[in-house]
C-alpha cells in the first residue's frame, strides 16, 4: 500500500554468488507441497483457493511492525486462532516474519504468502545494493525454508514505474532474476513473485515470476471506472497470457473519517459492502488467491503510532482498537460480513461470464457447509455435497437451449438444512458460439518521446443480439507517481450500429508511460457484461525488458 514507513533491513549475512539471468520457474519436486497448475494452486496434491488475509505482526497501537523490538507470540497465536475461525486459510505479509512467528503460523495450520522487503526504491543498478538484497535473502531463507507453512515468496511491494525507469529495467529484472534464482536455490519448488499495483504497474509482464501478484484499489478511475473492477483484473491476467496462478495480495477500503474518492472516508457499513462485492469482482475475474487488506489498522503509518490519525492509510483494518491500551481490538462490521462470505467462496459459475449450456460449478466451503444447492426459475435443479476438504464440483446442463440469460441462486447449508449463506450469479448460456460487440483503441502514436499530445480515436461495433449501453467510458493514465486517471465519458445512441469518435491527450513532460482504456457496458436481459479496450504507450525503449508485449 502506498505511502509505507521505510524500515530498516536485518543485517547482512554473506554476499551471494548467485548469477544473473533469465527469471525461471520454481524447480519441481516429487509429492512437493506446492503445485502450480492450469492457473492454480495445488496443495499437497490438492487444489486450493488462497483467502489469505493481510497481517502484521508488531503492529498494534503504539507500535510500529519491523521496528518493535521482539513479539508478542501469544498475541500472533490468539490472532491468528481469530483468523482462522472466520474461514481464512492463510495470511499475507510484506516484511520477513520471525522463525519464532513462522513456527507459530505452521503450528496455526494457516498457510502464509511470505513477505521479504527488498525495498522498492533503492538503485538496482548499484552493486552493493543488489548485494545486499540477496545477503538479506540468504539470511531469511536460512529458516524459512524449513516450514512448509510458506507457499509463496513476495519480494518486492509496488516498486514505482518512474523509478524502474530511473535506475533501469534491465537492472531490475537483474535483481528480481537474481532473488527469484537464489530463492529457487535455497526452497525449490516454492514460488517467487511481487506485489505490483494495478494504478502503476499493469503494464509489467509479471510471466518474469511464477504467479502473478498485484495489490488493487477500486477509486473508479482508469481501468476501474472504464471497465469495472472484476473486468479490469481479468484484464489484466489476459494480457499476460500464460495462465499462471493470480494473486490480489490488497484490496480493501478505509474508514477513516476524511478522505476523497472512496479513499479514505467511508462508513463502515459501506467498508462491510466493498469487500464482499470485491471478493465476487475477484473470484469473478478468475483470479484464484485473495488477500484483503487488512487484519488490524495501522496506527503507525502516519509516523505517529500513539496516536489513530484521521489518516485514509490508518483505517484500512477490519479491526478497530478503542485506545492505545487496546491489545486485541474489535471486529468491525466487514469482518463479519467476509467470516459469513467465507463460509462457500464459489469461484464457477462468474458473473459477466458465457457458457455453452454447460456451466460448471466449483466451491470451496467451511467445514460446517454439508450442502450446495442451485436454484433457478424457483426451482431446483442441483443439489451437492462437499468433499472432506470442503471442495464441491459439478455441472449445470441445459442441453439445446437458445441464447439465454440465468439467475441463479447458490445456496449453502449446514447438516440441519439451515442457511448459511446465499448468493446469486447471473450468467449467459447458449448452444453456439456467441459473437460480442467489438471495441477498438487506436492511435497513430508508437513513441511517447517529444510528444505533446496523443490523438486517440475509439472504434464500436455492434451487430450483435446485445443492447448497448448509454455510454462509452474511457479515461488515460499517465503513471506519474500515483496521479489518478483522467476519466472522459462518450454519450451513445444504444440503437447504433457503428459508432467512431476522436480525442486527444496531453500527457505531462516526464511520463513514464501512458495507459489508455475504454469500456461499455452491453446487456441482454438480465445478463450484462463490459467491453473493454486497452492501450500502453512508451517513451522510448526504456520498458522493453520488462513490460507486457501487445
Not at 464459489?346 to 458473473?351: E, F, L
Amino acid at each position: 500500500m502506498r505511502k509505507r514507513l521505510i524500515h530498516c533491513l536485518l543485517s547482512l549475512a554473506a554476499l551471494s554468488s548467485t548469477a544473473p539471468g533469465a527469471l525461471a520457474s520454481p524447480p519441481t519436486r516429487s509429492g512437493a507441497a506446492v503445485v502450480l497448475k492450469d492457473g492454480w494452486y495445488y496443495l499437497k496434491g490438492r487444489k486450493c483457493l488462497i483467502n489469505a488475509i493481510g497481517y502484521e505482526s508488531g503492529a498494534r497501537p503504539g507500535e510500529v511492525p519491523y521496528e518493535t523490538p521482539g513479539r508478542n507470540l501469544a498475541q500472533v497465536r490468539r490472532d491468528l486462532r481469530i483468523i482462522k475461525a472466520a474461514g481464512f486459510n492463510g495470511i499475507r505479509t510484506w516484511s520477513q516474519m520471525s522463525e519464532a512467528e513462522l513456527k507459530v503460523v505452521q503450528a496455526s495450520g494457516l498457510k502464509v504468502i511470505f513477505g521479504i522487503w527488498l525495498k522498492p526504491d533503492e538503485d538496482f543498478s548499484d552493486a552493493q545494493v543488489v548485494e545486499k538484497n540477496l545477503a538479506l535473502i540468504r539470511q531469511v531463507l536460512g529458516y524459512s525454508h524449513k516450514y512448509d507453512c510458506v507457499i509463496t515468496y513476495l519480494i518486492m511491494n509496488e516498486p514505482m514505474p518512474e523509478h524502474l525507469r530511473k535506475v533501469g529495467a534491465l537492472a531490475t529484472r537483474d535483481l528480481w532474476a537474481r532473488a527469484t534464482g537464489l530463492i529457487h536455490e535455497l526452497h525449490p519448488g516454492i514460488p517467487v513473485t511481487i506485489s505490483g499495483n494495478t494504478a502503476i504497474t499493469e503494464w509489467l509482464d509479471m510471466n518474469l515470476f511464477d504467479v502473478y501478484a498485484r495489490n488493487a484499489y477500486d477509486y473508479r478511475d482508469g481501468a476501474n471506472f472504464t471497465h469495472g473492477f472484476a473486468q479490469s483484473q481479468r484484464a489484466i491476467t489476459e494480457s499476460l497470457g500464460q495462465g499462471k496462478p493470480v494473486l490480489l495480495t490488497e484490496f480493501g477500503r478505509s474508514v477513516s473519517r476524511q478522505g476523497s474518492g472512496l479513499y479514505g472516508g467511508n462508513t463502515l457499513e459501506q467498508q462491510a459492502e466493498a469487500m464482499v462485492r470485491y471478493y465476487r469482482d475477484i473470484l469473478d475475474s478468475g483470479a484464484t488467491g485473495l488477500c484483503p487488506f487488512y487484519y488490524a489498522d495501522g496506527w503507525w503509518k502516519s509516523g505517529a503510532p500513539a496516536i489513530h490519525n484521521d489518516e485514509a492509510e490508518e483505517w484500512f483494518g477490519l479491526l478497530g482498537f478503542r485506545n492505545l491500551k487496546d491489545t486485541v481490538g474489535y471486529p468491525r462490521p466487514a469482518w463479519h460480513a467476509l467470516k459469513r462470505y467465507n463460509q462457500a467462496l464459489i469461484t464457477s459459475p462468474k458473473n459477466q461470464a458465457f457458457y455453452r449450456n454447460e456451466v460448471p460449478v466449483e466451491a470451496f466451503c467451511q467445514a460446517g457447509v454439508k450442502r450446495l444447492r442451485v436454484v433457478h426459475l424457483d426451482a431446483l435443479i442441483a443439489e451437492l455435497t462437499p468433499d472432506a476438504h470442503g471442495y464441491v464440483s459439478g455441472t449445470l446442463l441445459f442441453p439445446g437451449e437458445g441464447l439465454r440469460d440465468r439467475e441463479l441462486v447458490i445456496e449453502a447449508l449446514d447438516a440441519t438444512g439451515r442457511l448459511l449463506k446465499h448468493e446469486t450469479l447471473i450468467v449467459l448460456t447458449g448452444k453456439d458460439p456467441v459473437s460480442w460487440p467489438r471495441l477498438e483503441i487506436r492511435t497513430p502514436v508508437t513513441d511517447l518521446d517529444g510528444l505533446r499530445e496523443v490523438p486517440v480515436e475509439v472504434e464500436l461495433w455492434n451487430d450483435t443480439p446485445f443492447n448497448l449501453g448509454e455510454e462509452v467510458r474511457y479515461a488515460f493514465s499517465h503513471h506519474k507517481g500515483w496521479d489518478r486517471a483522467e476519466a472522459r465519458v462518450k454519450a451513445v445512441d444504444p440503437k447504433q450500429k457503428h459508432l467512431a469518435f476522436a480525442d486527444a491527450y496531453a500527457p505531462p513532460q516526464q511520463s513514464p508511460m501512458l495507459a489508455i482504456y475504454a469500456g461499455i457496458d452491453v446487456r441482454f436481459g438480465k445478463f450484462s457484461r463490459t467491453i473493454r479496450a486497452h492501450r500502453y504507450l512508451y517513451p522510448g525503449t526504456w520498458a522493453d525488458p520488462i513490460r507486457v508485449k501487445e
